[in-house]
C-alpha cells in the first residue's frame, strides 16, 4: 500500500490542495542524495514517481528499502527534530514533492483541525512501518508481512474508510504536478 494514501485519507480535499499549493515539484537525478543521515532536513517529502533507495551507514551502507511512488520520506525528522537516522539516495530519476518543513509548521501552528488529521494521519502512518520493521526483525509470528498483502480486515477502519478518497487525492496531486 502506498504510505500517502495514509496521510490524504486522513485529510480533508481543502487540506490536500494546500499541501499540493505548498510543495513544490523537484526533479531528482539517479545517484542524488535527497536526506543524508545526521543531516537535518528542510522538507517532507513525497515521492510522486521514480524509486529512492534507503540505506544506513551504521550498517555499514546496507539498504534498509526502496520507497517509490506514494512514499514519504522526512516525516520522522519532522515529529521530532532530529537528524534523519539514514540517507535517501535517488536509485533512478525521480520526481518528488517538496514541502518546506517551515511552512508546514506554521499551518500546523495556525489550522488545529488540520493539525489533528495530519498527526493522526502521521501516527498511522509510523505505526505501519514500525509493524512490518518489527515483522522483518522476526517479531511475532515470524513472518515478515508484505505490505501489498494486508489483508482488509488488519487495516484501520479509518483508513479504509478513506482509502477510495486517499487514492483519487494522490492522482489529482500526481496529475497536477506532472502537467508543471
Known amino acids: 500500500m502506498k504510505k500517502v494514501l495514509f496521510i490524504l485519507g486522513q485529510l480533508g480535499d481543502r487540506d490536500v ?5 505548498a510543495g513544490h515539484k523537484e526533479q531528482v537525478s539517479a ?3 535527497l536526506i543524508r543521515q545526521g543531516q537535518p532536513v528542510d522538507y517532507l517529502y513525497i515521492v510522486l514517481d ?6 544506513d551507514s551504521r550498517l555499514e551502507d546496507r539498504e534498509l528499502a526502496q520507497l517509490g ?20 539516495t535517488a536509485l533512478q530519476d525521480s520526481t518528488v514533492l517538496a514541502i518546506p518543513r517551515v511552512q508546514l509548521s506554521h499551518k500546523l ?3 488545529p483541525r488540520f493539525a489533528a ?7 498511522t502512518f ?4 514500525l509493524r512490518a520493521t518489527v515483522g522483518q526483525l522476526g517479531y511475532g509470528d515470524g513472518a515478515a508481512p508484505d505490505e501489498e498483502a494486508i489483508a482488509v480486515d ?7 474508510d478513506n482509502i477510495h478518497l486517499a487514492g483519487d487525492r494522490f492522482e489529482r496531486m500526481l496529475q497536477q504536478f506532472m502537467r508543471r
Open 17 to 21: 490542495d494546500w499541501i499540493t499549493n
Open 31 to 33: 545517484g542524488t542524495v
Open 50 to 55: 521514480g524509486l529512492l533507495s534507503v540505506t
Open 69 to 88: 511512488a506514494g512514499e514519504m520520506v522526512g516525516e520522522m525528522s519532522f515529529i521530532d527534530a532530529a537528524p534523519p537516522g539514514a540517507t535517501v
Open 109 to 111: 501552528a495556525q489550522d
Open 117 to 123: 488529521h495530519f498527526y493522526r494521519a502521521i501516527a
Open 126 to 129: 509510523l505505526s505501519d512501518r
Open 154 to 160: 488488519e487495516l484501520d477502519d479509518n483508513v479504509l
